[in-house]
């Protein structure tokens, strides 16, 4: 069938998310820092890192650091390329074997758009995932045994809205939800084409016009490479987002 809209995505994934058999359902946290740095009125830095938890702050899930080079193709459209690594470690009820490193390539296209009070954007993702293979040592322990290599493209539909101004400026608080869908697609990904979905709602604060703070609540749900067990994950996120000026002549 033809998907006309992207966001018919976002209907079809609960038909296929609640078909799985092993859902663990957990608590994570998410603590998070963002950031598009200028350097030119087109040209800028996108640099990023969050500190994964399983449960509230005590047992370590994931790290993730992210850095990028973004380009300005116009006032609402913006394109993003670079490189990210991951380190995952064994965590709640279906537990990866041993930890394990990634190294990934990823590029994404970010429109933006608003209509009244009603800030969107959209993004598109393609992340290309050179993930760490791990052998048992047989003793507890486990050694480097190469990597394999896996594709996936995602796409968010992302909406804010500020609550005591007209505008996201200095002093709003708003609300912003999205939802984003992640697809696996050639080599390794094994039974399952859909891999992650995501829906998002938050609280934030506009600090300036360089930055803010959200505190939110994310559903994620993974579906496993037997797309058999999957884990639905109740997630607190706590975000700062600080975009540096680097410019000599700024606005």
Known sequence: MKLKYPLLLLFLVPLYVWGQKDIATQNNSWYMYFGNHKVTDKVGIHTEFQWRR??????VGQSLTRLGVDYKLSPSVMATAGYAYIVTWPYGE??????????????????????????FNHRFRLEQRFIEKRMDNGDG???NDGSF????????F???????????????????????VFLQFGP???????????L???IGYVVDRNANVQLGYLNQF????????????HTLQLALTYNFDFRKNKE
């Open 54 to 59: 399983n449960g509230l702050i005590k047992d």
């Open 94 to 119: 279906q537990p990866v074997a041993f930890k394990f490193r990634e190294h990934r390539i990823w590029q994404q296209l970010f429109l933006t758009h608003s209509s009244g009070r009603f800030f």
């Open 141 to 143: 322990t486990s050694s």
């Open 149 to 156: 290599y896996k594709n996936r493209a995602r796409y968010r």
């Open 158 to 180: 992302f909406v804010s809205v500020p609550l005591n101004n007209n505008e996201l400026v200095k002093g709003t608080f708003f609300v912003s939800a999205y939802d984003e």
């Open 188 to 198: 390794n990904f094994g039974l399952n084409y859909l891999d992650q979905n995501r």
């Open 200 to 202: 998002y709602g938050a």
């Open 222 to 233: 993974i579906i496993k490479g037997d797309a058999v067990q999957a884990e639905n994950n």
